[in-house]
């Protein structure tokens, strides 16, 4: 275990935003993780390390002025079968896409919708990552995690996780609390195949595909994100930066009133979730520019670096939008991105 300092974490964020790490080391199982916490004082003179993860859904706003510790375990093992049901562990840094790949060429199902999102398994429970009608919790059975204080390992159920939309434990009452080392997911044998959402079936259909396989659909996914999202590796995103936002039902038709061509999904709980990415192209925002910090020409709900913002720079644009939105429907817009 090699232990940087002020170490530059640009490679290591999706955003490509050039901020230092004081402290920077990668751990590939638990005792390297352990010996890095040690002594005791790293974590009370920095505070809390920052567990990085591929990077894919953080704005540096600063330098940290402490620790920050890239989980590197890999692996996946199947810990149980039977009929119906395979229950794959894999370590929180293999990476998502590659193990959704290693599910398809298994005939694994369940995962498929859920292809090319960027980053590691470590960090899918976090905010229950979610895609084309499919979320992480369909298809979670357990974590693995352990505690930076206490230094204990504790085992989470999809219960204990608390999963909710881009949203679990590990997001509020366990912030920065966990390390997650493992993750087991449980995929079916017997594919049920999710094509209702966005634009999978006319992808599909398009591509001549006759008889519908996990795989067919994956790729499908993977055309239409390539063609639709900014390439992190071409310009610095961190996909949506923005959650679409619910709202009551009340609400909903005092906005329609106003804006008739408002993009609204009705959810089961009868509130109403609203295009975020719509409110904010109806401020201006979309394409819009300044010095390098800019929300993409195609896709508004994106932010995006041209080269060099600071990730101050985007934040602030952040906050320009969110009171834009908040002026014009009366909506308060909340960020998926964590901010540093
Ligand atoms: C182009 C693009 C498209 C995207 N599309 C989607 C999408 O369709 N759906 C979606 O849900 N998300 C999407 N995202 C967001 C992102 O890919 C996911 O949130 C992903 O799960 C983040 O993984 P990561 O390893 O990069 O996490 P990081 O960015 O490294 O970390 C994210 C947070 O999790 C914490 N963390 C990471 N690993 C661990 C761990 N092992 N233990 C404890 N805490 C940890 C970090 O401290 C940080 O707070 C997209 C991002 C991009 C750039």
């Known amino acids: 275990m090699q232990i940087q300092e002020n ?31 040690t002594p005791d ?9 920052l567990i990085l993860g591929g990077g894919s859904n953080i704005l540096l706003t600063g330098n940290i002025n402490g620790w920050v510790l890239k989980n590197e375990i890999t692996g996946i093992d199947i810990v149980k079968e039977d009929d119906e049901f395979v229950y794959l562990r894999t370590g929180a840094g293999e990476n998502w896409h590659r193990f959704v790949l290693y599910c398809i060429d298994h005939n694994y199902a369940g995962v498929e919708n859920l292809s090319l999102i ?27 995690a352990f505690h930076l204080l206490d230094k204990t390992l ?12 881009r949203d679990s434990v590990f997001k509020n ?3 920065n609390q966990f390390v997650i080392l493992t993750v087991c997911f449980r995929l079916s044998k017997q594919p049920r195949f ?12 398009k591509a001549g595909v006759k008889e519908l396989s996990i795989k067919a659909i994956s790729d499908a996914v993977i055309r239409i994100r390539s063609s639709k999202l900014p390439d992190p590796a071409v310009i610095g995103n961190a996909g949506s930066f923005f959650k679409n936002p619910q709202i009551g039902i009340e609400q909903f038709q005092q906005l329609k009133k106003t804006f008739p061509g408002i993009v609204a999904y009705p959810m089961e709980d009868g509130s109403v979730k609203l295009a975020a990415g719509w409110l ?3 401020c201006g925002w979309k394409g819009y520019r300044k010095g390098d910090a800019g929300c993409h020409a195609h896709q508004a709900l994106v932010l995006v670096n041209y080269g060099d913002a600071s990730g101050k720079e985007i934040y602030d644009l952040s906050t320009a939008i969110l009171e834009s939105v908040q002026q014009k429907f009366g909506v308060m817009l909340e960020r998926e991105v964590n901010i540093i």
Request: net charge negative; glycine share 10%; proline share 3%.
């Open 7 to 37: 170490f530059s974490l640009k490679r290591f964020n999706t955003f490509g935003i050039d901020a230092q790490a004081r402290f920077f080391a990668s751990f590939s199982n638990l005792n390297d993780l352990a010996a890095l916490l």
């Open 41 to 49: 004082s790293r974590l009370t003179t920095h505070g809390s390390p």
């Open 118 to 144: 960027p980053g590691n398994a470590g960090a899918s429970p976090m905010q229950n990552i979610g895609a084309y009608g499919v979320e992480l919790k369909d298809v979670f059975y357990e974590l693995e």
């Open 154 to 165: 504790v085992k989470f159920n999809a219960g204990d996780c608390a999963f909710g939309y």
């Open 173 to 175: 009452r366990y912030r």
């Open 194 to 205: 999710n094509t209702s959402y966005g634009a999978i079936a006319q992808e599909l259909e």
């Open 280 to 282: 904010i192209e109806q």
